[in-house]
């Protein structure tokens, strides 16, 4: 069972330049958030969804911006990145409305901003 | 402010038992949740309380005391699997998560 898919596993970027990562489960839930990871700090929410067609601002938005066409997929994007946004990124799910329901995560997207 | 503490990192014995301290003050509480995250890989859900008291799983068990704002995970019978960070995690007032650093527990045989 695929669960949910993060793409890409990594990647290099320049600064400035745009990026997307991508999102997609496939348990039907209807939550889904955006966390980044850093060393010595606790998961931070980035953005997330409660269902398809809305979307909402967790502890650290901004520079990054989410959309929720569908129930399978939450794309996360950088208009122009900067080297601060350097991390690792995971997205995950619920099947419960807010995040404390047991979350399911991506196996993550680490990003280096040059 | 909200925040939560959890030592950094421990280190314990294969076969040995280690307990992963967590406390919390937070604006309302809607259940704590451990997680375990092995180096390089995503979290995987491990807990949750919501009430006072011992939860068992095996041999992980995880402790709640509201009034004092702790937890802990109890692992028993350590196996070297088990080297990995856990992750300690308060839902709020509003049903989001505060999440602790987490603690990277290293085993030694």
């Known amino acids: 069972t695929a669960g949910i898919t993060q793409a890409p596993t990594s990647q290099i970027l320049a600064a400035g330049r745009s990026m997307t990562l991508r999102c997609t489960q496939d348990m039907r839930h209807n939550a889904m958030y955006w966390y980044r990871q850093d060393l010595g700090l606790g998961l931070r929410l980035i953005h997330y969804s409660n269902t398809a067609g809305t979307t909402g601002k967790g502890e650290v938005p901004d520079g990054y911006s989410v959309s929720r066409a569908n129930t399978d997929d939450f794309p996360l994007t950088l208009a122009s990145a900067v080297p601060s946004q350097t991390s690792v990124y995971f997205c995950?799910?619920?099947?419960?409305?807010?995040?404390?329901?047991?979350?399911?995560f991506g196996e993550g997207s680490r990003l280096t901003v040059l | 402010g909200q925040n939560i503490d959890q030592p950094t990192e421990m280190t314990a014995t294969e076969g040995a038992i280690v307990q992963i301290n967590c406390t919390y003050q937070t604006s309302g509480f809607n259940g704590l949740f451990w997680y375990q995250q092995h180096a390089g890989e995503a979290p995987t859900f491990l807990s949750y309380?919501?009430l006072d008291g011992l939860e068992e799983k095996g041999r992980f068990s995880s402790f709640l005391s509201r009034s004092k704002g702790y937890s802990y995970l109890l692992l028993k019978e350590l196996q070297m699997k088990d080297s990995a960070s856990y992750l300690c995690?308060?839902?709020?007032?509003?049903?989001?998560?505060?999440w602790g650093a987490g603690t990277k527990l290293i085993i030694k045989p």
């Open positions: 309380n919501v």
């Open positions: 995690a308060v839902g709020d007032s509003n049903y989001q998560l505060i």
């Open positions: 995950a799910s619920s099947d419960s409305t807010g995040e404390t329901g047991e979350l399911f």
